[in-house]
């Protein structure tokens, strides 16, 4: 199966300016493919510890997706850290160059152009309903930290990666609380090795105290042990099975 990795950068996020929302919305993009989110780094503006973190994640799985750093600032250092990843240099890419001259006109200035550049060896990918191109180095997707930006470049991945087998989601939701539904997890989890199980408390709301959830690629499978552990339960603790 195709893993992923995700790198998020920036200092406002780690200092709690700024709340992170795109990790979510690759999650659930990736698992539309079939690819499995396996691991989500976040760092500082730091060249030496992005560039470290790009080498490791870019070579430990099938893709990486890096979100933030990539503006015209004095923080938006992630072009440079990913060349660094890489052992290569820094260029200026030309229909990049052309694209902002055409975007700014007359109010171009030297920091816009610091948007074009890009790793030597790098290619830019793009589409009819994305034109402005994304970065990519080798395995490694360069991906804007605005949110409203990162979202649209969604589609383009989707593209790009191609879809293997989905994976199916279904879940119970009871009036039981964990410890009380612990034997029946442990159960339905030891005798269904191929669905992954979760668990999910809910504090407040009146309607349900916790959320099952089983997931996997066979959804003969998922549902199988849906359904046992549904029926595992007393039928007046079931508030809805999906």
Sequence with gaps: MRTAAALIIGN???????ADANVVVLARALRSLGVVFRRVVMVLDEIDVIAEEVRLLSSTHDWLFTSGGVGPTHDDVTIDAVARAFGTHVVSEPSME???RAYYGEKLTAGHLLMARM???A???SSVSMPWPTVVMKNVWVLPGVPEIFQAKIPLIRDELGADVPFVSHAVFTTLD??????MLDHVVSSHPDVEVGSYPRWSG???RTKLTFDGLDGEKVRSARDAFAASLPEEAVVRVE
């Design 12 to 18: 406002e996020l780690l200092s709690g300016k700024i």
């Design 98 to 100: 052309a694209m902002l």
């Design 119 to 121: 790793p030597h060896g």
């Design 123 to 125: 290619r830019l990918a």
């Design 178 to 183: 964990e410890g009380t539904l612990k034997p």
């Design 206 to 208: 009146l309607e349900y």
